[in-house]
């Protein structure tokens, strides 16, 4: 859509940030919600115990300091004593004892309660096992104190505490409203901003929070949209009726070259890669030297070129930014060797194979990938590739049931830590669609979860990683993501992280 | 007349409760479910959340809970908005699409009973072919091609109109006329036909060998007779317009109910869904009934013949 002649009928205030969620969130109830847009409203209105660095590394937040003992089994969080809740009272380790078993709780039927299941009989209380909440290995020694016990070490799960599932909860107020808690008159959150109003399917708006224990934000109310289309979005932006407009709501893939031009133009690496997974359990991908060959015979640098840009051609898994990222693993781009090892696997220029189908959900992108696939495994391995799109459900019980033997699936990090991307391939993971069982891998996450050395952790998963993406190559990773973002010249300060949040408390009038 | 009434209202709920029992066990059928999502959950989550929703319990029983939610004004949690009811996010988003509804049915009427009425009265002149072209324009063009030409055309680079909110009367204006847009040039266009028909009737030429005006003859008896198949298509169409259309509350970011139509079922929402499609039922089925009751004004004699 053109830009020129474009006319302004901007109505904005210096003090007012205008912003796209997309859709309406499905919940702000940060113990029921699974989604980035949920996250993205609840990471503005609350914080936690930690928050990731620019590093990606826990920064304390509302605990001030952690200590691990027991061979790191044992963490006790000191809270600071100066954080206080929208209604004036003081946040105490209570209100995290009590959001933390209520992830866990069956009654709440969390999606997330999985998160917590390093806990001490946290488990055992999710699958209604174990009544007693007390015997869960959570608990607040005292207003400041707060205890976790774990089953094992888990050198990640100081990670997992920047989540948001993770941030405390007032009981009182939960017990009080019921279901209705997180409406702008009920809420009460310690962060930022405070909820002014929720209009379903259409805005929420945000107030700053003069009781936000590191001052008040510089904008004074937040107005968040909820428009699903992105051109419509972008028109907003570009009519200065929308001040920040991110690619997966407000950005269309064909508008990003024209808008790359532009000084507020950003690209924000992401915490997400996508992949292609093998079935390994059906032929003839049960062959390691066929699905080698398949991963070598894809030309990865295609990808920031059909897609627009904004994507990091990705041979290993480990995105980049998070500890053990190294995109030196994998199987790189080299037609030559590909058509020998198909030739190995017994299938000489490919004569012998049947034909392929790989499978992906129903989007546009997905569709350009898979077609420029299907195009160099024709071209390089001479292998007839059909491929076939399906609705977003009807793909994922596909992927659980009977998944195609190549298929499209990605992933995006719920905390910065490379234990939450190398799990997904464990033997017992529900997101393992290939279904490969490899002893080995599974031992090495396991020592790289109880290790907390960095440099041996990152050793620890370089070996897993070669295993995953060369000797075995379940997946052939693609790319990784990044996100592009436009921010109204008339602000600075938002800052969009790797794992697609806003956040929105430092934004500042340009110039100020 | 309360005697039809009455039977007209017992056949709505017979709709109803089929159009429910139907849909209910479509959506059992479809593949995926409203907790699939690309994190595969550990089996113990997804146990707790079908005992949440009672979908661990047998399909009868489910199905009469619904009914019985149903019969009580409560029709249940949604799956994808986890901090709303059904009740509740229909009871927020239905009247935005009743205003945009509203808004669109009078546009259509207002702008396709004139048209169609000069089409046929200067039927093959310069008006009619006119009138018609823009009506064969409006059929073809759907609605979210018009929608993106509105936007670019008068928002974008006329800068005249603000688009993407529901708060003021400039919001209102480009929705409208996408919505409306079809349903006007298929309204005048039936209108035309059905008029060039009557106007060839033996009753409109004794009207005229009487010596009746003109403008009386095609008002009290051409128009009138002409206005039967208009009023049937207008009951179906009313209920449409007034649930609200995916594509135009989608395009112009409307708060409406219409985006659920197709949302909640990609979403395998199945409260949402079953919630929606009662409401569509439930609009159509009075729409009808108040369209059977104009034919009475009309021509009572197919009241009588009830």
Known sequence: ?512 | MLHLLLKRCLHGLLVLWVVATLTFLLLRIAPGGPFDSERKLPPEVIANLEAKYHLDEPLWRQYLRYLGGVAHGDLGPSYKYLDRGVTEIIAETLPTSLVLGSLAMLFAVLVALPAGLLAAYFRNSLIDRCCMSVAALGISLPNFVLGALLIWGVALQLGWLQIGRWDDWSSVILPTITLAAAPTAFLAALLRSTLIETMGEDFVRTARAKGLKEIWVIAKHALLHSLIPVLTVMGPLAAALLTGSFVVEYVFAIPGMGRFFITAVTDRDYPLIMGVTLVYTTLLVGANLIVDLLYGLVDPRIIRVE
Not at chain 1, 305 to 326: C, D, E, F, R, V
């Open chain 1, 1 to 512: 859509m053109a830009l020129a002649g474009c006319k302004s009928t901007d109505k904005s205030a210096a003090d007012h940030l205008r912003v796209n969620l997309g859709t309406e969130p499905p919940s702000l109830d940060w113990s029921i919600a699974t989604d980035h847009v949920s996250f993205n409203v609840i990471a503005n209105l609350m914080v936690g115990l930690t928050e990731f660095d620019k590093d990606l590394k826990p920064a304390p937040v509302i605990a001030k300091s952690w200590e691990l003992s027991d061979g790191g089994q044992k963490i006790v969080f000191k809270l600071r004593d100066d954080v206080l809740w929208s209604d004036g009272k003081k946040v105490r380790a209570q209100d995290f004892e009590y959001s933390w078993k209520r992830l866990l709780d069956p009654k709440t039927a969390s999606q997330y309660a999985y998160i917590l299941f390093d806990i001490v009989n946290a488990a055992d209380y999710a699958q209604g096992k174990l009544k007693d909440p007390a015997k869960v290995g959570v608990k607040a020694a005292d207003d400041q104190t707060l205890v976790v016990t774990l089953t094992h070490p888990a050198s990640y799960f100081l990670a997992i505490t920047t989540f948001e599932v993770t941030y405390p909860q007032r009981q009182d107020i939960i017990e009080k409203h019921g279901n209705s808690w997180t409406q702008p008159a009920n809420i009460v959150t310690n962060g930022p901003f405070t909820l002014a109003s929720w209009k379903q399917q259409n805005e929420i708006e945000l107030r700053a929070n003069g009781k936000y224990f590191r001052g008040k934000p510089a904008m004074d109310k937040v107005t968040m949209y909820m428009v699903n289309e992105k051109t419509t979005a972008l028109t907003m932006y570009e009519q200065g009726n929308l001040d920040f407009a991110d690619e997966s709501h407000s950005i269309p893939t064909l508008d990003k070259p024209r808008l790359a031009k532009l000084p507020e133009y950003k690209l924000v690496p992401q915490l997400r890669g996508e992949y292609y997974g093998f079935a390994v359990d059906r032929k003839p991908f049960d062959n390691p030297k066929l699905r080698r060959a398949f991963s070598l015979a894809i030309d990865r640098e295609i990808f920031p070129k059909i897609l627009q840009g904004g994507k990091t051609p990705a041979t290993s898994w480990i995105p980049p930014g998070m500890l053990a990222h190294n995109p030196k693993i994998g199987l790189a781009y080299n037609p030559e060797a590909a058509r020998k090892l198909l030739a190995e696997a017994g299938y000489p220029d490919g004569k012998g194979l049947p034909p392929i189908v790989l499978g992906y959900n129903t989007q546009e992108d997905h569709k350009l990938v898979a077609e420029a696939i299907q195009a160099m495994w024709q071209k390089t391995l001479n292998v007839v590739v059909k491929i076939e799109n399906q609705e977003w459900k009807v793909y994922l019980k596909k992927l659980q049931t009977d998944p195609f033997v190549v298929h499209r699936a990605g992933w995006g990090a719920d905390y910065p830590d490379p234990d939450n991307f190398m799990k997904l391939f464990t033997a017992n993971s529900g997101n393992n669609h290939g279904r490969w069982k490899n002893p080995q891998y599974d031992k090495l996450l396991d020592q790289a979860a109880s290790e907390a050395d960095s440099a041996k952790r990152t050793e620890l998963y370089d070996q897993a990683q070669k295993l995953l993406t060369e000797t075995d190559a379940v997946i052939a990773p693609l790319f990784w993501k990044a996100e592009a973002t436009l921010l109204s010249p008339k602000f600075t300060g938002l800052e969009y992280n790797s794992m697609a949040r806003m956040d929105l408390r430092n934004v500042k009038p340009a110039g100020k």
